[in-house]
């Protein structure tokens, strides 16, 4: 790897003093890496604080062609924070400002560093939440560049509909604003969905406008243990299907319920199981769960356990939310290597089905879950890593799961990303698409210092 150029590292410290950090503990916490992919630390850390700061930094490397990183808090899981030529990492977390919020357009714009619950904390006197969901408590600027969603995307969408303008640093240190605030526009090419999932590949985001919701007015939450995991699967797909307006169906399997019980201390049945919130008015509420009931019964599911209260509920989404982390501690020294395919949800249960039979098979444990409602879901893998032949037959299990997903016309990820980890899964998903966006990253980076390796090999 090429030393930075001193010219270039004495201009930042000029500039920015102990906030340019050079030093090992910090770059390693800025690497990257995680699951089945190395840690790959930059050459230098930018602790950045406002939007004139990273101008002054993106010029600076387009001077002297410094690869760039931009860094929210690095939950992402692909490598996307990685720095596989070194570079300079941009750390965003401290532009963490809300800048505006509207509650009459029921919007706000935020600095890319500040984090969704740091976000819904700000707008709790208004009535407003920020509602996408991703479990880890990501930076807002991050969520938009990967493309984030989670658990209440079946009601309210993801980052991609949730998005409604940018403010981008380009490679060249432009300041770019790619939309205004009308709710719909016909100007021009859409720029804010350029950006939004381009994983930094393509400019800087320093802030972010948002659709905000109201809260509602009535929550409940359920827990609904199933004969089968076809059951299980079927009842959202029916549920979907007939509009009914679930605000999250989320979907654990047997080993996965034998987990969180350990770690939580609950005593839900060891079976496929639905996690379930509904979300209006309270007749609303009781309703959608009433019908959904009785679409549950007819396909072997059991009687509701609720969880009506704020504290009750979050419990409850706790234990969902680290299922992952509940599986990993279940196999000591393991490190768990969580997949990410979405089908349409008609081949759902078929793909399901199949996976569970594969893992069956496998030489390492695994659990099974995900976003059932919109037809995403995760294997989290627990894999030695110092035993080569599981991390063989866990990539190999993966290259099938992504196979199998694109045969019934689904994608290799459907929330992660494409990072370092599955440019060879996004060619084989798109083709030729791949080459267009490649012609894209060449015309608003051609020194390609932009995340570079991220997307695009």
């Not at 769960?289 to 609720?306: K, S």
């Not at 509920?313 to 706790?318: A, E, I, V």
């Not at 992952?324 to 349409?344: E, F, I, K, M, Q």
Request: with cysteine; charged share 20%.
């Amino acid at each position: 790897m090429i030393p930075l150029p001193s010219a270039f590292t004495a201009k930042l410290a000029e500039q920015f003093g102990a906030r340019l950090c050079t030093g090992e503990a910090v770059r390693a916490q800025h690497a990257g890496g995680g699951m089945h992919l190395p840690a790959l630390p930059p050459q230098a850390v930018l602790m950045a604080e406002t939007l004139d700061e990273i101008v002054t930094a993106v010029r600076a490397c387009a001077e002297f062609g410094v690869p760039i990183i931009p860094f929210g808090v690095g939950t992402s899981l692909e490598c996307h924070v990685g720095a596989p030529r070194g570079g300079l990492c941009i750390d965003l977390s401290g532009l963490k400002r809300v800048l505006r919020v509207s509650e009459a357009d029921q919007d706000c714009t935020v600095e890319a560093g500040l984090t969704r619950v740091a976000l819904n904390e700000h707008l709790r006197h208004t009535g407003l939440f920020f509602p996408v969901d991703p479990g880890a408590d990501a930076t807002l600027g991050g969520m938009a560049s990967t493309r984030a969603s989670g658990t209440t995307t079946l009601r309210y969408g993801g980052m991609r509909e949730n998005v409604l303008g940018l403010t981008v640093v380009t490679p060249q240190g432009e300041v770019v604003r790619t939309a205004r605030r009308a709710r719909k526009s016909a100007a021009g090419y859409d720029l804010t969905h350029l950006f939004v999932g381009a994983e930094g590949t393509l400019g800087v985001i320093a802030d972010v406008t948002l659709r905000l919701f109201p809260i509602p007015e009535a929550a409940s939450a359920a827990v609904c243990a199933f004969e089968s995991t076809d059951g299980a699967v079927n009842s959202v797909i029916e549920a979907v299907q007939l509009g009914l307006p679930l605000a999250r169906a989320e979907y654990l399997d047997d080993a996965a319920i034998r987990v969180v019980n350990a770690a939580f201390h609950t005593d839900y049945p060891a079976a496929d199981t639905l996690f379930l919130e509904f979300h209006g008015a309270p007749s609303e509420v009781s309703g959608q769960a009433e019908r959904f009931g009785e679409i549950a019964a007819g396909n072997g599911g059991g009687a509701f356990r609720w969880a009506l209260e704020t504290e009750a509920r979050s419990q409850l989404w706790r234990a969902r939310h680290q299922a992952g982390l509940a599986a990993a501690a279940s196999r000591p020294g393991a490190r768990p290597w969580s997949t990410d395919v979405c089908v349409p949800i008609s081949r759902l249960a078929e793909c399901v089905t199949q996976t569970k039979a594969d893992l069956a098979d496998a030489p390492f444990p695994a659990v099974v879950l995900g976003h059932i409602g919109d037809g995403n879901f995760h294997c989290v893998l627990l894999i030695k890593a110092d035993d080569p032949s599981e991390v063989e037959a866990a990539a190999r299990f993966n290259d099938a799961l992504v196979a199998r997903a694109i045969a019934m016309d689904g994608t290799c990820t459907g929330e992660h990303g494409i990072g370092l980890g599955k440019r060879e899964s996004l060619r084989e998903e798109l083709g030729a698409a791949v080459d267009l966006m490649a012609k894209v990253k060449r015309a608003l980076d051609p020194a390609g210092i932009m995340n570079p390796e991220k997307i695009l090999a």
